[in-house]
């Protein structure tokens, strides 16, 4: 299939400041065998068009930069979004991107990158992790910390893409087929969603559409779990209203595109909730390959679904994405 377009694809810069932040995350998390350190916008592209995708919106996972003084945190996320507006620039209707904020306890800095990002760079939307810092002092998404900064992708309608954090576990790597992105981000993304839905910050920002990676991690399965216990701890939602909110997410395929997870997600979220993702070049074009062919094949007797998933459902959420396939098609 062609006209794809590709929700989860990361920019990895190999030199800068940016550069070093990818370099030390990897040796932190145990991703040492990811093609990212040798990355070029012109190596997405080669794949994007190898795999039939369109257009790939970009994106960095959120926070890497925590241990960063305030003002080199700053930094950091102007030279990743003036990057990404220049790559957009440089390959028209190849990208799109989900600018990268500060991390959002300096919420002066937040708001001001998302103001610059997407009102002179014209961004798609942001990229927000679940948790900013770690231990006791961390901040989760749903934190009354970051209710200046939702009230403002509330009001904007702003899209939020929401990457799993990338903090090892307190325990090691239970092996080398185990390091934290295989083991840990997924569980992270859950956390997300259900911070955001008990807290009640989905519900009282409902203009801010957001996406969860990687299908929501381990979402689909442990709603329920949330919606039955979380009445018993105080939360005031009832059972009906937590799956309600939590069906309320968007959910892209990257790294997940399987049988099992898309029966889950089909029976979960409406059908244009659900949208494509492939995770390059975190993951090499073989890999990305094989879980795009299964979202292929799990589709394959129902065409206008698939070219929904690939597609239609992010050209509805992404005006200016949509634009650019409009003007392809003549």
Known sequence: MTGRIDLHHHLFPPTGLVGRTMRALMERTGWTNSPVTTWTPEKSVEFMDQAGIRTAVLSLPNDMEQAAPMAERRAFAREVNTLAAEIVDTHPGRFGFFAHLPTPTDIDGALEELRHACDVLGADGVTLTNVYGTGEDAFSLGDKAFEPLWAELDRR??????HGEQTPGHNRAPNRFLPVPVSEVGNETYKAAADLVTSGRKRQYPNARIILSHSGGSTPYLAARVAGLAQLLGCELTPEEIIEDFRTFYY???????ETNLVA??????????????????????VAGWYTNNVDDYFADRNEHLRQVMSGNAERLLPRIAAWGADARG
């Open 265 to 286: 997600l089909e029976s979960f979220v409406p059908p244009e909730q659900i949208m494509f993702g492939t995770d390059f070049p975190a993951v090499p074009p073989n």
């Open 157 to 162: 309608n702003a899209v939020v893409f929401v």
């Open 252 to 258: 892209e395929t990257a790294l997940s595109g399987f």
